[in-house]
């Protein structure tokens, strides 16, 4: 058997970051930069006041005290975003605001707290040191530097950073689309009547929010029924793009087990690059994985709820983040003292849905008091991490220390 | 002056909880759940099968063993899904498949793995304990448990679980729509023409990148001119929504200082309810909070673009998940230890943007090395954290412990 680690590498194998688009400033949150972005201009781009005051010559004011103040004409009034460009001569003050470029010849601002604020004549209280509140032109950046690095995930801060440069477009990899089909003819659709026999259908709403909360965009299909040539068409359909246009991974629930209707299984029995694995975790043994017979990645996942969100995040969710193009695409990680104890399987890895406890040392206990082989996805909502339990561990005990994958915040 | 908890705590008091809207679960993720999800129906349904197998008596198996098999005949072949409910007759076996109800008579379940998988007879040739691999109707919820409790951000496994009770629609708060508009005569359009005394607007996208991943929707306005008049039509326009429908709450950056061409300070001059207020913060001291005459909620934020992420991260972004209907507003915390030092104002709380190192222990020192006076939003990119720095602190120095926001998981 061959372990998660082994399973997720072969996942991350069948994928890589997609092709680059350009995109407005608006669609960029969440992308990831494909090219670096540099600055054309130094930034900022003229020496420009960090104060409301006055552009003076530092020589002028040097001696001003409450006691001595010293009085200057005011010789021009600039406005942020003024196109003025007036010259400062000996003797003379130019009223300034924030962000408006120091006229030439000035070289200190007077903020305006220390003055009477007056704008035919300004009387100067006090001096601040020679070259105070000005900002100099490149004094953040020079004309060439590096603003944000490709690779970077777009956030608020990262657009921002675009936009301080001028640029109104930015490439970046294109947002994966997804395909989530949960597969069984027990499922129902959320609100159809439930008749003995069946349940309504979570997985396929669950891994297509797990999609989306990863950065792609989802196309939910199903619940499907347990017809292997009717899920054959459907599949082939999503690879070649006739159904629902292009998809660049495809992620199935349920029918990979070892039971006699395990559709999944048997749709693909003939698909040439498809091979069902069994994996030395718990739970989420039974996957399968490989391509389309046009290419298109696929993961089918087992179909109960915990299994299907755990192999979500241990397979699928890097593989998604790979697409997008971010090198990490790992969940960050955390040594966590357990708080309860449990019984773990012989010669598998497990993975344990956990929470979190309040305070600074990160404690967990079980999500799921019934373990991972609760079957009612509600519980997973109170998961806040996936604790990692080594293959070798037969019971983990209270004040054992874990791995545990952050799922959130 | 206020402290910025304060001024916090005052923006606040001034949204609560948007009304409630049903949606459909293809729009919960990430919506804020407004009343209890509970089941109707015990969870599972029915006594189910956990494994692949035959369901059978325990007492016709008890005594198999390899050396001694019992053979039973197969009088049903039950998959997932299936509407039939037979008896099962002592002396007698139903194959049965993951999820299909068991049978009234059957107790057990004998996974396929023990047996010759036969369809006409089956050879048992082990026998798991009384009860085994029966999945108890109710075992995971009895009819009327709380599945999802209102106020639950809905996440993928949260969506999922309100799948899983049959819901197709769920009441929700209504997502914020929140305007952002950014102000000064020196801000053009990234793209446009950048002459002598202006520079890209960046606020707008940062503000409205920031409303996005705080989960409201974000109007992005601007750059405006520093004309008070028409950007009190703006506002008002906004207020009442009639220039681009209603909103939640209005932000504002730039134009409330001192300087004499402020122009936000001057447009809302003689708006009653809006108050422009000294904030004992480095960065973001001079604010504007209130509302508009018609009711809707403003922040008016300082321009400058460290000075307005802060903010955003202080005051507005509690107030949009509050909107949400979130109880916790805040960001997490943790206390972390500081490897570089800093001076800090006197007299007023400092935050200062950082970044974490790696390793367990966390550790920050500044994103930006200019501290929170750079002007060069790109710096901000390098931050996934808020240094919260106590008025009363003079300086932090190497080894120090504060306080972090975290921006980041």
């Known amino acids: 058997m061959r372990t998660w680690i082994e399973h997720r590498d072969a996942t991350l194998a069948l994928v890589a970051p997609l092709p680059v688009v350009e995109v407005g400033l608006a669609d960029a949150l969440g992308a990831v930069l494909a090219q670096d972005v540099v600055t054309d201009t130094p930034m900022p781009r003229w020496d ?39 010259f400062l001569a000996p003797g003379n003050a130019a009223r300034i605001m924030t962000g408006a ?34 900002r100099h032109a490149g004094g953040d950046a020079a004309a060439g530097d590096l603003v944000v690095a490709a690779g970077t995930l777009l956030g608020p801060a990262q657009v921002a950073a675009v936009a301080s440069v001028g640029r109104s477009r930015v490439p ?8 989530v089909v949960s597969t069984g003819d027990e499922l129902v659709a959320p609100g159809e009547p439930v008749r003995y026999g069946t349940l309504p ?21 199903g619940p499907t029924s347990d017809d292997p040539q009717a899920l054959l068409a459907l599949l082939h359909g999503l690879d070649d793009g006739a159904l629902h246009g292009p998809v660049d991974l495809v992620v199935t629930s349920g029918g990979v087990s ?16 498809v091979e069902f694995v069994p994996v030395a975790v718990q739970p989420g043994k039974p996957q399968g994985l490989g391509r389309l017979r046009g290419g298109t990645p696929l993961c089918a996942l087992p179909g109960n709820p915990v299994s299907s969100f755990v192999s979500f995040e241990l397979f699928v969710r890097p593989a998604v983040l790979r697409l997008r193009g971010l090198a990490d695409v790992h969940r960050p990680t955390v040594t966590a003292v357990v708080e309860d104890g449990w019984r ?66």
Do not use: C
Request: avoid cysteine.
């Open 201 to 221: 259908d979570s997985n396929s709403w669950l891994l297509a929010a797990a999609v989306q909360e990863a950065g792609g965009e989802a196309l939910r299909l």
């Open 172 to 179: 970046v990899h294109r947002r994966p689309r997804v395909a």
């Open 344 to 409: 773990t399987p012989p010669g598998r890895a497990q993975v344990m849905p956990v929470r979190f406890g309040t305070g600074e040392q990160p404690r967990v206990r079980r999500a799921t008091p019934g373990g991972s082989g609760s079957h009612l996805v509600a519980r997973l909502a109170l998961a806040d991490g996936l604790a990692l339990v080594p293959a070798e561990v037969d019971e983990v005990e209270p004040g054992d220390r874990l791995t545990v994958m952050r799922l959130r915040a």
């Open 48 to 86: 420009n006041s960090a104060m409301d005051g006055y552009a003076v010559r530092h020589a002028d004011i040097a001696s001003a005290t409450a006691a001595t103040p010293v009085v200057l004409p005011v010789v021009a009034d600039l406005p942020a975003g003024t196109a003025e460009r007036p």
């Open 101 to 134: 470029p120091v006229p030439d010849g000035a070289d200190t601002i007077v903020p305006v707290e220390l003055t009477d604020a007056g704008t035919v004549r300004v009387r100067i209280d006090d001096a601040p040191p020679a070259g105070r509140h000005v």
């Open 258 to 273: 070892v039971g006699a209707f395990d559709v999944v299984k048997a749709a693909l029995r003939d698909e040439p690059d």
